[in-house]
């Protein structure tokens, strides 16, 4: 299982911690050489989850045994976009692999705008949900999609969230940002079906990254770790997908959307 997509190339975006970093070295034990994204150098620390990015890719380095660099810019940035795509494959070679994780948060420490409301959020704070989540999806799956359709093989990996399919008062607005992911991701896996690209989207539901436990307060009969479905997910749990779309068991899977959240959402996408 080691070597399941050895040798292969994947570009992990936000991966200096919390999921982002699981998708990494899930990819990594697989045997992918990795090109850790990031936006900032000192990311990996603002949650206490690793010091630089720099020391991340290492780290995954040393422990996999795969080739890694790690990379710097603003997906939201045309330029930082392509700097971004073009470093990884001048670095580790042509992309197999994209895992798209960028966004979230307004790329600040202090957690999403408070309030994120349909009603009063600020226009500068739309602005930047939309972009952080969706507009960072569409340039950098248009840049490495085109390399994908050269070479035609490829797997597109977005991530999105259950947030897309349940409306709320306290999150409306990323809500919308994650809904129009999905409806990209699921775009994209249309247009690009002639090509033998394989496009998907992985929905976590609560997850304790260390950005999850440092901006809310949480019940502790929701940190246990079995027993029951009803807790936060661990992120293993959620990283475990990105193994199944990007191996040899999602090969005729796509324009999917799989939820990872215990069960938690059970209707219909």
């Not at 890694?68 to 670095?91: A, F, K, M, P, Y």
């Not at 976590?204 to 260390?210: E, K, M, S, Y």
């Not at 009803?230 to 990105?242: N, Q, S, T």
């Amino acid at each position: 299982m080691e070597n399941l997509l050895a040798g292969q190339v994947a570009l992990v975006t936000g991966a200096g911690r919390g999921l982002g970093r699981a998708f990494a070295e899930r990819l990594a034990r697989l045997g992918c050489h990795i090109a850790v994204h990031g936006m900032r150098e000192n990311g990996p620390a603002e949650y206490g989850e690793g010091t630089t990015l720099t020391d991340t890719a290492r780290q995954i380095s040393s422990q996999f045994g795969v080739r890694t660099i790690r990379v710097l810019g603003d997906l939201t940035v045309g330029s930082d976009v392509e700097n971004v795509v073009q470093s990884t494959i001048s670095e580790l070679g042509p992309i197999d692999i994209l895992v798209q994780n960028a966004g979230g948060d307004i790329a600040a420490a202090g957690g999403k705008p408070n309030p994120n409301s349909a009603v009063v959020m600020k226009e500068i704070d739309i602005k930047s949900v939309l972009d952080r989540n969706l507009l960072s999806t569409i340039l950098i799956c248009q840049q490495v999609a085109r390399g994908m359709m050269q070479r035609r093989r490829g797997r597109i990996i977005t991530i999105s969230s259950t947030a897309a399919f349940k409306g709320s008062e306290s999150s409306a607005i990323y809500s919308t940002a994650k809904a129009a992911v999905v409806e990209y991701t699921r775009c994209l896996a249309t247009e690009l079906r002639s090509f033998n690209i394989a496009v998907n989207s992985i929905a976590p539901g609560d997850t304790r990254t260390g950005r999850f436990l440092g901006t809310r307060q949480v019940a502790q009969e929701r940190l246990l770790e079995d027993g029951t479905l009803d807790r936060i997910g661990l992120v293993d749990e959620v990283a475990r997908v990105v193994e199944f779309f990007a191996g040899p068991l999602g090969d005729f899977v796509s324009g999917q959307v799989l939820r990872v959240d215990g069960g938690n959402q059970c209707w219909s996408a």
